[in-house]
């Protein structure tokens, strides 16, 4: 399963979440989630570990994910998902592939040595994120 995509939409939940909800830890879901997508457990997310987690959420095989199926892999809907998947979308073809992947490794490699470490996933995640929410809350 392509973990990446299920933090996007359980961190763009929980900042959603009624005051009611009890809050969640986001730095610690996203440390729990950079532990599988890092397989080999060398503290570093390559570029094929998270080839092989988004090849999760292609359901028919084709090599390309639509909106449609990111939103039913991460058990979302469209117009939730809609936002995050078009800022994933970084070649503007409606579906996410290898060229995607790459862009959202290069976005979480934030000393550019073509590495990306925990501490890196979690602040770039996190500015990701941020941006993310910021561009589709309403404004008031």
């Known amino acids: 399963m392509f973990v990446l995509a299920l933090v996007?939409?359980?961190?763009?939940?929980?900042?959603?979440?009624?005051?009611?909800?009890?809050?969640?830890?986001v730095k610690e879901r996203l440390k729990q989630s950079f532990k599988t997508i890092d397989a080999n457990g060398n503290g570093i997310a390559?570029?094929?570990?998270?080839?092989?987690?988004?090849?999760?959420?292609?359901?028919?095989?084709?090599g390309k994910i639509t909106l449609e199926e990111y939103a039913a892999a991460v058990h979302s809907d469209v117009a939730t998902m809609g936002p995050i998947f078009h800022a994933i979308d970084a070649n503007h073809n409606n579906s996410l592939d290898d060229f995607d992947v790459k862009f959202a490794v290069n976005m979480?490699?934030?000393?550019?040595?073509?590495?990306?470490?925990?501490?890196?996933?979690?602040?770039?995640?996190?500015?990701?994120?941020?941006?993310?929410?910021?561009?589709?809350m309403p404004k008031v």
């Open 46 to 62: 390559e570029f094929g570990e998270f080839q092989v987690l988004v090849k999760g959420f292609d359901a028919n095989q084709d």
């Open 108 to 136: 979480f490699d934030s000393d550019n040595n073509g590495q990306v470490t925990q501490d890196e996933f979690v602040l770039e995640y996190s500015k990701f994120i941020a941006k993310i929410m910021a561009n589709t």
């Open 8 to 25: 996007i939409c359980s961190v763009a939940v929980a900042v959603n979440a009624a005051p009611t909800q009890a809050p969640i830890d």
